[in-house]
C-alpha cells in the first residue's frame, strides 16, 4: 500500500525499470522522451509487445503528474503508430495494472502496447521470455516499419 492509497503495491527488491533505464541491466529502449521510456518487452503477450513508462520512479497511476500523464498517453499513442505501420495487425491492445490482485508485478507504473497474436487477442499467460538480441530485432524492425510521430 502506499501513503496516499489502498492499492496493494508489489514488494521488488529494486526496480528492475529503473536498471534498465539507467544501464545498470541490458533492456531493449525502444526510444525515450523527457518523460518517457518505450521498451521493447521480453516478454512478448503480442506481437510485437511495448511498454511505455515514466522515467521516473512511480508506483501506480495515482501518483503521475499531468504531465507525465499527458505524455505517456501521446508515447502510447506513437507505440501504436509503430507497430501498425511496422507489423500491419488487425488489432492493438493497451493495458494497465495497478496493484498485485490487478496483475501488477514491477512497482514501477507501465503501459502495455501489444499487436494481436495471429488467432487475436493476447497472451496472458506464461510465455517464453526472449533475449536482448531478440528484442533488438523488434526494435529495428519497428523503427524501420513505422515512421515515429514526434
Given at each position: 500500500?502506499?501513503?496516499?492509497?489502498?492499492?496493494?503495491?508489489?514488494?521488488?527488491?529494486?526496480?528492475?525499470?529503473?536498471?534498465?533505464?539507467?544501464?545498470?541491466?541490458?533492456?531493449?529502449?525502444?526510444?525515450?522522451?523527457?518523460?518517457?521510456?518505450?521498451?521493447?518487452?521480453?516478454?512478448?503477450?503480442?506481437?510485437?509487445?511495448?511498454?511505455?513508462?515514466p522515467i521516473r520512479h512511480v508506483s501506480t497511476i495515482l501518483e503521475l503528474t499531468d504531465v507525465e500523464t499527458a505524455s505517456l498517453a501521446l508515447e502510447v499513442r506513437n507505440a501504436a503508430i509503430l507497430i501498425d505501420k511496422a507489423y500491419s495487425k488487425p488489432g492493438i491492445a493497451v493495458w494497465q495494472n495497478n496493484g498485485v490482485p490487478a496483475g501488477q508485478t514491477i512497482s514501477h507504473v507501465h503501459f502495455h502496447v501489444a499487436g494481436t497474436l495471429d488467432d487475436g487477442g493476447t497472451d496472458f499467460g506464461d510465455v517464453k521470455e526472449i533475449s536482448v538480441d531478440e528484442t533488438d530485432l523488434i526494435a529495428e524492425k519497428l523503427m524501420n516499419g513505422g515512421n515515429r510521430k514526434t
Open positions: 500500500m502506499t501513503e496516499n492509497s489502498s492499492i496493494d503495491i508489489p514488494q521488488n527488491d529494486g526496480c528492475a525499470f529503473c536498471a534498465y533505464l539507467s544501464g545498470e541491466r541490458p533492456y531493449t529502449i525502444l526510444y525515450r522522451t523527457v518523460d518517457t521510456a518505450t521498451f521493447v518487452t521480453r516478454e512478448q503477450r503480442g506481437l510485437p509487445h511495448l511498454l511505455v513508462l
